[in-house]
């Protein structure tokens, strides 16, 4: 058996443990993956089995429209995104304007692409900022234990007592509209289930076998969590905050609709719907809230898409039976 | 037993203190809700005895305490706009909510743990595809969008209340909580389906399924009382988690529908500024979070005996 750090080069944090390369004993499910071979490099591996899934595929392709839309749309809509034109409200879709205008006769088409950075950059930095606690956190609290972990697991408690609207209300409404509230309040309150999660996964693969062989051979806390926990614990809470993304579409969008959060004049999806309430029921002028709904479904159902897909090519213990 | 309870408790009750003196302190950012607002000019007397009528003339400390004392006793303050008492209007709301959580739970439950159970045993048949492609549009989805829909579709129709509601007109309580508790089970059960199915699969492979197959135990045995009992925790938890965000208010499903629920109150109360009322509803959600959260852990450690408790 090789030890992992023999085949060390490879950065950890890409999910697949070395364990997975060996054969697994022949369970129901899985065939044999062969004699112990090298990877063929762990991250053309999880390409070469993420490209597998065309679902996946159509996911990630408009993931890329939808961050190259985010990085140069506003420059090429025909309108600005913030124009009102108080004599044009709420038309039909037309040459003139592709998608019709909101009732305040905006472009509803280049409102739309302007939600789309919006979007991304708060999904974005939101996720990252909340992976980076709750990973660590985690980590910590699961295989410390003792006194880190009733530290750590007692201050999710108070963060996830709170739903997450709940404390991005308080928090927003606290510091004030803007863009930035807004993100490190949707992190603020949403690191602690990946923590849980990170938690849960290092608590149950402490007591495994390959962690005891790890010791046995001396190798150090440092290195138990950073090359065994971590890697066969991170698929699980990656995919969660891939899926997370959606989450916070959604959360930025919920936010505005309950009017706060970004400025009232920001072209923002859940604006976009709440300001159309009143439509809701009235024929014909149906496009107003759905055309927003239908680009936060789009971009969610793409980031499940491209979670789900990660999640297959990611889990070690799937590896071969795919 | 006893004593991870009594400690758990202990923690509970200081989490209780540091997340209402958390809401309590953040509140306090939301501005002087007496203050003259815009073309509203208020006197200052009449500004200084409302701050005394509410106690807000005292410094932070000593509201915080008093507060902390009231709640003891249930009494939650009194409201700044209607000038009822919080704790009423909590009687009146919370009992909608817990109702609709319920409802929510019980659908999402059951539809999820059966679709992700026939997916894991039934591994890449049409079910399989199904509960797959099904729970990536469910997730995909959000909530909001789907209440939005089911409002401007479905409410109004069949025995569905229209929204928005007239709260004059009594309707039966199943009526009114089907659609909302519907909207919330949909990402809920595709959540579910998922991680019972991905939990069933990692369990199916285990080594002790295989021993209880090679015991001749029927498939059935192994399935449902081997292997479901095991792929359970993934699932305990996040229903624990999930049934406490539901009971401390749904707050956009309730809103979208105008459920009466504390969700919609503290919409309301937050366009309005009403701190008496945000305070209590997010100190009962935040209780409610607590209780539950004691809860999960004691099944957790019920479902996994390898975990412990001390």
């Known amino acids: ?38 990877p063929p490099g762990q991250f053309k591996d999880i390409w070469r089995r993420y490209r597998r899934n065309k679902l996946a595929m159509v996911g990630l392709l408009i993931v890329a429209i939808l961050v190259v839309t985010a990085i140069i749309g506003p420059y090429v809509t025909p309108y600005d995104a913030f124009d009102q034109n108080l004599l044009d409200t709420t038309a039909p879709p037309s040459p003139q304007h592709l998608l019709g205008t909101d009732v305040l006769g905006r472009d509803m088409f280049s409102a739309l692409v302007y939600g789309v950075r919006l979007a991304m950059i ?38 996830l007592a709170f739903p997450l609207l709940v404390g991005a209300i308080v928090v927003v409404r606290a510091a004030g509209p803007g863009v930035w509230p807004v993100i490190v309040a949707l992190a603020l309150f949403s690191w602690a289930t990946s923590a849980r999660l990170m938690r849960g996964q290092a608590l149950a693969l402490r ?95 793409a980031f499940a898409l491209v979670a789900d897909g990660l999640r297959d090519a990611l889990d070690p213990k799937l590896r071969g039976a795919g | 037993m006893g004593t991870f309870i009594l400690r758990r408790g202990v923690q509970a009750v200081l989490v209780l203190l ?41 410094p932070l400390p000593i509201q915080y305490l008093t507060y902390l004392g009231n709640l003891v006793h249930l009494d939650f303050g009194i409201d700044f706009d209607q000038r009822r008492q919080v704790s009423s209007m909590l009687a009146e709301t919370l009992p909608n909510t817990i109702r609709l959580a319920l409802v929510a739970i019980l659908i999402d439950v059951l539809i999820g743990v059966v679709a992700g159970v026939i997916a894991a045993v039934k591994r890449y048949s049409f079910w399989d595809v199904l509960v797959t492609v099904l729970s990536t549009l469910a997730i995909g989805i959000p909530t909001f969008v789907i209440g939005i829909v089911l409002v401007g579709f479905v409410s109004g129709s069949w025995i569905f209340p229209v929204v928005p509601r007239s709260f004059t007109v009594q309707v039966p309580w199943y009526q009114e909580v089907l659609l909302p508790a519907f909207t919330l089970a949909i990402i809920d059960a595709a959540f579910i389906a998922r991680l019972m199915r991905g939990s069933m699969l990692e369990v ?16 059935r045995t192994v399935i449902g009382k081997h292997a479901m009992r095991n792929s359970m925790i993934p699932v305990v938890t996040y229903v624990g988690i999930s049934l406490g965000i539901l009971l401390g208010g749904a707050i956009i499903t309730e809103t979208i529908f105008q459920y009466n ?23 009962v959600s935040v209780l409610i979070f607590v209780l539950l959260s004691l809860v999960v852990d004691i099944l957790y450690a019920f479902l996994d005996p390898r975990i412990r408790l001390d």
């Open chain 1, 122 to 159: 708060v999904a974005l930095s939101t996720v990252a900022l909340s992976l980076v606690l709750g990973v660590t956190l985690g980590a910590i609290a699961g295989f410390h234990g003792k006194a880190s972990d009733t530290a750590i697991m007692r201050t999710t408690d108070i963060f």
């Open chain 1, 1 to 38: 058996m090789t030890h992992p750090s023999r085949t060390g080069d490879v950065p950890a944090v890409t999910g697949i443990p070395v364990e997975a390369a060996l054969p697994t004993a022949g369970s129901q499910t899985a065939t044999t993956t062969g004699p112990p071979r090298h």
């Open chain 2, 261 to 283: 629920g504390i969700g919609y109150l503290l919409a309301r109360a937050i366009q309005n500024s009403n701190v008496p009322v945000i305070i209590a509803v997010v100190v």
């Open chain 2, 204 to 219: 199916l492979r285990s080594d002790y399924i295989r021993t209880a197959r090679a015991k001749g135990l029927s498939e």
């Open chain 1, 207 to 301: 007591e495994s076998e390959y962690v005891e062989a790890a010791r046995s051979i001396g190798a150090g806390n440092r290195r138990i969590i950073v090359r065994h926990i971590l890697p066969n614990a991170i698929a699980p809470v990656f995919v969660y905050a891939f899926t997370s993304i959606g989450v916070v579409v959604v959360a930025l969008a919920s936010l505005s609709y309950l009017g706060i959060g970004v400025p009232p004049n920001v072209p923002e999806w859940g604006r976009l719907i709440s300001q159309s309430v009143q439509f809701l029921r009235v024929p014909g002028k149906t496009h107003l809230w759905l055309s927003p709904a239908v680009a936060i479904c789009v971009t969610t159902l």
């Open chain 2, 18 to 58: 540091v997340a209402t003196l958390v809401i309590f302190l953040a509140t306090f950012a939301l501005g002087d809700p007496f203050a003259s607002t815009g073309e509203k000019v208020v006197p200052p007397q009449v500004q200084a005895i409302n701050r005394a009528k509410f106690g807000l003339d005292k």
